[in-house]
């Protein structure tokens, strides 16, 4: 089938889908003001004529059809840099897609317990691809009491779980949580929250499932509230992408959309292989990040005539210093990519878990240095509206005024922007995100344990101890 235009996305949302935002039901989600920004933002990405962007969004897959790059399976090095060039000019609500590179990463593992499930899905990977159907990573689960186990919760649906097996597919009762752009996409693609035990069958559960199936029910939160002001609001104005509370609510799953349905030995294997891509995600977004942090420190030096000052120099140097090791990690674990039997490249697994734990445990501290470099300011600055009012502009253009070259309105929307991104609506989102995004950092030491090669570290060690590592 062809590409949609953005005109076929906005109609493929009116199926029926249910969706609540701020206690209320809203059955078209299309002409709801709540829902406007993030659905344009969704729709710039079906632009494919767009001649800036609009080639990076496609690519020619092995049936000489044309698709999504989102979709395209990475052979190479060249591959892996394309995809994280079109990451960085592509929304969140088209990048959660990726969880179809989770899937087919494991495919090969999969399909050894059950060939029927690596069938199920290479099929929903081609009938995503092909429709140009855009779909959810669905994995947290409330989890209750994280002392016990999913089997031991005082009520058995705060980890989602197979309710009942029929000849013609399965039926599932829980939730997910922190689910991006649930919903504005088409599939909800479902994956085990972590390992689960062997009497844990039930809880280990994978399968993609349409938005409108009866019982899924989606109540939504974002970063800020519809119609900010661009100017006041840089990042929250463009950024608001909601996040699901998922309910199902006894949902029929048919057996050719079921990925894994009580094979314990697989659980893990799934959630691991999405925290891959996740995390590669996240770290496309903090190379963006770091280096805008960078621009805004030294605008505000400049601006403020401290260009020259030691201490703000060294703080910059410090925003440097971050950026850098973000990029450069990104650009190894590209690099130094691993590969599946099947031939699917994917980031080096230690690098990505290494720089992802790097970026959330010194974000805090980096963000520190802006606040530190913008003052007080960075809060207190004025609206537009009181900049375009004649009577109190006048007093912001005279005491905002540094020096000549420094443009008054110029220094408003840098220090807005800093506002925005680090201390305001889609900062505190932030602030969370740097952390918890593809798992917290226990998540990311589980990995680096996991894949580092600590046999030859500890013969290396005993060698230069001058001890016998063969011992």
Same mark, same amino acid.
């Given at each position: 089938?062809?590409?949609?235009?953005?005109?076929?996305?906005?109609?493929?949302?009116?199926?029926?889908?249910?969706?609540?935002?701020?206690?209320?039901?809203?059955?078209?989600?299309?002409?709801?003001?709540?829902?406007?920004?993030?659905?344009?933002?969704?729709?710039?990405?079906?632009?494919? *004529?767009?001649?800036?962007?609009?080639?990076?969004?496609?690519?020619?897959?092995?049936?000489?059809?044309?698709?999504?790059?989102?979709?395209?399976?990475?052979?190479?090095?060249?591959?892996?840099?394309?995809?994280?060039?079109?990451?960085?000019?592509?929304?969140?609500?088209?990048?959660?897609?990726?969880?179809?590179?989770?899937?087919?990463?494991?495919?090969?593992?999969?399909?050894?317990?059950?060939?029927?499930?690596?069938?199920?899905?290479?099929?929903?990977?081609?009938?995503?691809? *092909?429709?140009?159907?855009?779909?959810?990573?669905?994995?947290?689960?409330?989890?209750?009491?994280?002392?016990?186990?999913?089997?031991?919760?005082?009520?058995?649906?705060?980890?989602?779980?197979?309710?009942?097996?029929?000849?013609?597919?399965?039926?599932?009762?829980?939730?997910?949580?922190?689910?991006?752009?649930?919903?504005?996409?088409?599939?909800?693609?479902?994956?085990?929250?972590?390992?689960?035990?062997?009497?844990?069958?039930?809880?280990?559960?994978?399968?993609?499932?349409?938005?409108? $199936?009866?019982?899924?029910?989606?109540?939504?939160?974002?970063?800020?509230?519809? *119609?900010?002001?661009?100017?006041?609001?840089?990042?929250?104005?463009?950024?608001?992408?909601?996040?699901?509370?998922?309910?199902?609510? *006894?949902?029929?799953?048919?057996?050719?959309?079921?990925?894994?349905?009580?094979?314990?030995?697989?659980?893990?294997?799934?959630?691991?292989?999405?925290?891959?891509?996740?995390?590669?995600?996240?770290?496309?977004?903090?190379?963006?990040?770091?280096?805008?942090?960078?621009?805004?420190?030294?605008?505000?030096?400049?601006?403020?005539?401290?260009?020259?000052?030691?201490?703000?120099? /060294?703080?910059?140097?410090?925003?440097?210093?971050?950026?850098?090791?973000?990029?450069?990690?990104?650009?190894?674990?590209?690099?130094?990519?691993?590969?599946?039997?099947?031939?699917?490249?994917?980031?080096?697994?230690?690098?990505?878990?290494?720089?992802?734990?790097?970026?959330?445990?010194?974000?805090?501290?980096?963000?520190?240095?802006?606040?530190?470099?913008?003052?007080?300011?960075?809060?207190?600055?004025?609206?537009?509206?009181?900049?375009?009012?004649?009577?109190?502009?006048?007093?912001?253009?005279?005491?905002?005024?540094?020096?000549?070259?420094?443009?008054?309105?110029?220094?408003?929307?840098?220090? /807005?922007?800093?506002?925005?991104?680090?201390?305001?609506?889609?900062?505190?989102?932030?602030?969370?995100?740097?952390?918890?995004?593809?798992?917290?950092?226990? $998540?990311?030491?589980?990995?680096?344990?996991?894949?580092?090669?600590?046999?030859?570290?500890?013969?290396? $060690?005993?060698? $230069?101890?001058?001890?016998?590592?063969?011992?």
């Amino acid at each position: 089938m062809p590409l949609k235009t953005p005109e076929q996305y906005v109609e493929s949302l009116r199926d029926g889908r249910v969706t609540y935002w701020d206690g209320e039901r809203i059955d078209d989600i299309t002409t709801h003001p709540r829902f406007r920004m993030p659905i344009d933002s969704v729709k710039a990405d079906y632009r494919y *004529d767009d001649p800036k962007y609009g080639a990076l969004r496609q690519y020619q897959t092995e049936d000489g059809s044309v698709a999504h790059r989102i979709f395209q399976i990475p052979r190479d090095e060249a591959d892996l840099n394309t995809r994280v060039e079109m990451m960085n000019h592509t929304s969140i609500g088209t990048l959660v897609t990726g969880v179809y590179m989770a899937l087919m990463s494991v495919k090969d593992a999969v399909e050894k317990v059950n060939p029927m499930y690596g069938a199920n899905i290479e099929r929903m990977y081609r009938y995503c691809r *092909d429709n140009d159907l855009r779909a959810a990573e669905v994995i947290t689960d409330p989890k209750g009491d994280r002392k016990r186990s999913a089997a031991q919760q005082d009520d058995p649906d705060l980890y989602l779980r197979i309710v009942e097996r029929r000849k013609d597919g399965i039926v599932v009762r829980g939730a997910k949580l922190h689910i991006t752009a649930a919903s504005l996409v088409h599939e909800l693609v479902v994956m085990p929250t972590k390992g689960m035990k062997a009497e844990e069958t039930d809880y280990a559960v994978s399968f993609s499932i349409p938005v409108n $199936a009866p019982g899924v029910k989606i109540i939504n939160r974002s970063v800020a509230g519809p *119609d900010l002001n661009p100017f006041d609001y840089p990042a929250s104005s463009h950024h608001g992408m909601p996040e699901g509370f998922v309910v199902f609510d *006894d949902v029929f799953v048919p057996w050719d959309r079921v990925f894994l349905a009580g094979e314990v030995e697989l659980a893990s294997k799934l959630a691991q292989s999405l925290g891959l891509w996740e995390r590669t995600g996240g770290m496309v977004e903090a190379v963006r990040l770091s280096e805008l942090f960078v621009g805004l420190a030294q605008l505000v030096n400049e601006m403020q005539g401290k260009d020259s000052d030691p201490v703000t120099q /060294n703080s910059v140097a410090e925003l440097i210093a971050y950026a850098e090791m973000l990029r450069m990690s990104l650009d190894y674990a590209c690099r130094h990519y691993e590969k599946t039997p099947s031939g699917m490249v994917f980031p080096n697994t230690l690098a990505i878990n290494a720089a992802k734990y790097y970026y959330a445990a010194n974000y805090h501290q980096t963000v520190r240095y802006l606040h530190d470099l913008g003052g007080g300011l960075v809060l207190t600055l004025p609206l537009e509206a009181d900049l375009r009012n004649e009577e109190s502009g006048k007093y912001i253009r005279k005491y905002l005024y540094t020096k000549a070259g420094v443009n008054v309105e110029t220094r408003m929307r840098v220090y /807005n922007l800093i506002r925005d991104l680090t201390a305001d609506a889609y900062g505190g989102w932030q602030f969370v995100v740097a952390l918890q995004a593809g798992g917290g950092l226990p $998540a990311q030491r589980v990995m680096m344990r996991r894949s580092y090669n600590m046999d030859q570290a500890k013969k290396r $060690a005993l060698s $230069a101890a001058g001890a016998d590592a063969s011992e």
